[in-house]
Structure formats: C-alpha cells, structure tokens
C-alpha cells in the first residue's frame, strides 16, 4: 500500500512528528526555511490530522508532491515498496522536502533491506550508484546492510536531484524525549550521524550534505500542551506561535 494511515501518535517520534508539522513549530520550520534561504512558508503534505495522519511511499508520495508525472522513472529506479516518508513538505518555492524523524538514536540502526532477491538486486545497484556518486570509500559497508535506512533515503535525495528536482532530505532529531531515553542536545545527534556516515564511507561533507537539513526541535516545550483544532493543511508562514522497508 502506498498511502498508510497512521494513529494519533502517543510516542516517541511518530507523536512528534505529527505534532510539530499539524501545530506548526517554530522549532521545525524556521531552521528549514533558513536552510534553504529563499522561502517564505512551508505547505506540508503529510502527515495531515485531516488525512489520518497519513504518510506515503512509492508513486503516492510523488503525487503527494505535485510531481505524479515522474512515477516511471521512480518504478524504473526502485522497487515497489520503497521509503515511507515520515512527512512531506513543499516550500513556497517549490523546494520538496523529504523528511525523516527520530526520538532516539537506536532509531538510526535499521535492518537491512527486507527485499526479494530480483528487488535487492536492482537496489544495491541503485545504493552502488549513489555511494560512487558521493564519492564514498571503498571500504565502506554494505549499504542495504548498515544504516539502510539512511542510505536509501539519500539514494532518493539523489535521484530526485538528478532529475532536476530541487529537493532536500530533513532529518528531524527530536530532543529531550525522556520517555524515550532520546539525545538531550543537537551534539549527541551529530555524533551519531558522524558514525553512521563513517560507516557508509562517507564524509561529513560529502557531495550531497548542502541538500541534507539537520534540525533539532526540543519537545520540552510541548509536552503537557495540545492542540484541538489544527490547520488543513498545515501551512507554515515563517510566522512564530502559527500553525521494514525497501
């Protein structure tokens, strides 16, 4: 299925997401909007309290996107069953936001890619070209392997740049997530990444890293606070206090 319907989030980083994009933090869309330094709001596509929270994957998050016409490149490039995005956005510019959010750190280590085998081979081929592209080191781990989860979201990242696409991967690392045990600063994030790209053979700094957005919103300031009705859809103005897979 390409459209899943999600609950009410009651933990961890499923709740946070869909709070911070249906209550429009400040905390989530100001550093984006920086980031990308010509935007003046963010019209988020998922996950919409209207639309069951839902997030999307294969074909139905490009139409979520606005770009369905690019569905036979996606089928020519991945198999069906491809990330499920934990949230979509579109700046007012047209940038596309890819996002992916965590709570803790063991969220970072996925398992491996759970394909067939006619599946798995079209995707490390597909992990292949985007680690030569990145420039990673030969002695890197299998990327369907380690840190798959990553490295197959930044292999979208580059097919959509390679078509043109002006999109950029969100990695939303909540803080202070107690229930969680999750990272309590921005510093413990980092060190995190900084192993999983060593992993992946790849530098800090590597051919893509100024189309990936780090962001670090504390949900300290949330907790015990709720919002009965949210915006449909949830459209950021820049405004503060406004609203296994393969």
């Known amino acids: 299925m390409s459209r899943v319907s999600q609950p009410s989030g009651e933990r961890g980083s499923l709740k946070w997401i869909q709070r911070a994009v249906n209550e429009a933090w ?15 709001a963010i019209d988020w596509r998922s996950p919409l309290h209207s639309d069951d ?35 979509l956005g579109v700046t007012s510019s047209g940038t596309v936001l890819l996002v992916e959010a965590k709570a803790h750190v063991a969220e970072m280590c996925s398992p491996g890619s759970g394909a067939s085998e006619a599946s798995l081979k079209l995707i490390k081929l597909r992990l292949h070209e985007t680690a030569e592209a990145l420039r990673a080191k030969r002695e890197r781990a299998d990327w369907h392997v380690v840190f798959y989860q990553l490295a197959n979201r930044l292999a979208h ?9 002006d999109a950029r991967l ?61 915006p449909d859809p949830a459209i950021y103005t820049g405004k503060p206090d406004d609203l296994i897979e393969k």
Not at 31 to 38: C, E, M, Q
């Open 157 to 165: 990242l580059h097919w959509f740049r390679d078509l043109g696409v």
């Open 53 to 87: 929270y839902a997030e999307y994957r294969d074909g139905a998050f490009l139409e979520r996107l606005g770009h369905g016409h690019l569905r036979p490149q996606l089928a020519a490039y991945w198999p069906t069953g491809g990330p499920q995005w934990d949230a």
């Open 170 to 230: 969100v990695l939303v690392n909540f803080l202070n997530d107690k229930e969680m045990a999750g990272p309590t600063s921005a510093a413990e994030w980092m060190a995190a990444y900084h192993v999983a790209l060593h992993a992946l053979g790849l530098s800090p700094r590597h051919r893509l890293a100024h189309y990936v957005i780090e962001v670090f919103p504390d949900v300290s300031s949330h907790l015990g606070t709720s919002t009965s009705a949210l």
């Open 26 to 40: 400040p905390s989530l869309n100001e550093p984006i909007l920086k980031a990308v330094g010509k935007d003046q």
